[in-house]
């Protein structure tokens, strides 16, 4: 089956530092890959996505090239800030059949310290 | 436009009992998803309904179970609780017209603890 495997956390940066969180899938057919963020006690949000391959998503100064030579989705920032402390999921939807379940990677926590 | 309203938001069961959380999708989305997440295994889907059919469902055993009204709302059921159920059960709404991906916006989720 389809499934999604990430780096697991947590992970902790300085302010301004650099960050990739790599993803990697597995999936039949052409799936649409997305990265969501989840803050304390709040659900998941849609931070971007990419629904073919070498399409680039980008949010926020988050992006994600869709790699599908060597089915990644890494995520990345020039410079992260305090306020980007959250979990992030990778994850896939292989909208066949007309369902859009999603499958998530495990989560990678990133704490973001001043 | 009003978000996707999950209620309640924290609910604490025994062993054995039933619970049902109800989930409002964001008006006109039509397709409502359930999720499950737990430290051990992560987020994992549990069953999708569009239009008031069940579309799709994860591997979960027969007590997780659902529905979804007319108005698109939902509500999710778990019979004879066991510790392990214990988790963020979280819903997202989609447009779901057809054709490609239709965003799924999520809920803030209801946290179950079974005692």
């Known amino acids: 089956g389809d499934s999604v495997t990430q780096m697991e956390g947590p992970v902790t940066l300085s302010e301004e530092a650099f960050l990739t969180i790599n993803c990697t899938y597995t999936?039949?057919?052409?799936?649409?890959l997305f990265w969501y963020v989840q803050y304390p006690g709040e659900g998941l949000q849609l931070l971007l996505k990419?629904?073919?391959?070498?399409d680039k998503g980008s949010n926020k100064g988050f992006e994600a090239t869709y790699r599908k030579e060597t089915t990644s989705f890494h995520l990345e920032k020039g410079s992260v800030q305090v306020s980007d402390s959250a979990v992030y999921f990778c994850?896939?939807?292989?909208?066949?059949?007309?369902?859009?379940?999603?499958?998530f990677g495990k989560g990678t926590k990133l704490s973001v310290i001043p | 436009k009003a978000g996707v309203t999950q209620t309640p938001r924290y609910l604490i069961k025994t062993r054995g009992q039933q619970v049902t959380l109800s989930c409002s999708p964001i008006s006109g989305h039509r397709s409502v998803s359930w999720y499950q997440q737990t430290p051990g295994q992560g987020l994992q889907f549990l069953f999708e309904?569009?239009?008031?059919?069940?579309?799709n469902k994860g591997n979960f055993p027969g007590r997780f179970s659902g529905r979804q009204f007319s108005n698109s709302r939902s509500e999710m059921n778990v019979s004879t609780l066991e510790l392990g159920d214990s988790a963020l059960y979280l819903c997202a709404s989609s447009f779901a017209s057809g054709g490609g991906y239709n965003e799924q916006f999520f809920g803030p989720g209801t946290r179950l603890t079974v005692l």
């Open positions: 309904y569009f239009s008031e059919t069940q579309r």
């Open positions: 994850a896939l939807s292989a909208t066949g059949a007309g369902s859009y379940q999603l499958t």
């Open positions: 999936a039949t057919g052409y799936p649409s």
């Open positions: 990419a629904t073919k391959a070498d």
